[in-house]
């Protein structure tokens, strides 16, 4: 059984990163009447989720072209989140699903956990939110994942204020 499962009616949904480039921890955060629901998650998933929320939602337009197109418009202000944060969990896996009938897109998140646990044991929280919300979401979340370190151009690692060693310089295969 689930320690946590619910699903979020978003008023509002947004990513954000709190720390310092190279040790900063990534969120995603969303608001259900007074409540704030708010999980962790890795660079690579909001980098992810960003591109797939864009091509889930081509999907959507082209299988319905009879719906208004999204806004990815966003103000900033509006999208980032400010500490102290309290995340219910980490995400494991991450997914999109759509509801025709609701015209709702769904971004649903399961717990990371270990070898040890049961995974049926795993959380999960399903945010429920409309096209244009997401949309924003995605947009502000490539924003917010290339604010960070800059990545080396040979061979697409983060580069450390204090140096890089790159592979691909050095003739190293990876």
């Known amino acids: 059984m689930p320690r946590i499962n619910f699903d979020v009616e978003c008023d509002h949904i947004t990513t954000d990163a709190i720390g310092k480039p190279g040790q900063r921890v990534f969120y995603l955060h969303a608001y259900e009447d007074k409540r704030t629901i708010t999980i962790i998650i890795e660079k690579a998933q909001l980098i992810s ?3 797939g929320i864009e091509q889930f939602l081509a999907q959507v337009s082209q299988q319905y072209p009879d719906l ?3 806004s990815g418009d966003y103000v900033e202000d509006v999208m980032r989140i400010n500490p102290p944060v309290d ?3 980490r995400a494991g896996e991450i997914g999109l699903g759509y509801d025709k ?3 709702r ?3 649903f998140a399961k717990e990371l956990i270990t070898e040890e646990q049961d995974p049926e044991e ?3 929280i399903r945010f429920w939110a409309t096209r244009t919300q997401l949309r924003q979401l995605a947009r502000w979340g490539q924003e917010v994942s290339q604010r960070g370190r800059p990545i080396c151009p040979q061979c ?3 580069m450390e204020p204090t140096g890089h060693f790159c592979p ?3 003739g190293h295969l990876h």
């Open 49 to 51: 989720l960003a591109i």
């Open 68 to 70: 208004e197109e999204a």
């Open 87 to 89: 995340p219910l969990f």
């Open 101 to 103: 009938d609701r015209d």
């Open 105 to 107: 897109v769904v971004v």
């Open 122 to 124: 795993a959380s999960q």
């Open 156 to 158: 697409g690692q983060p």
């Open 168 to 170: 691909k310089k050095n």
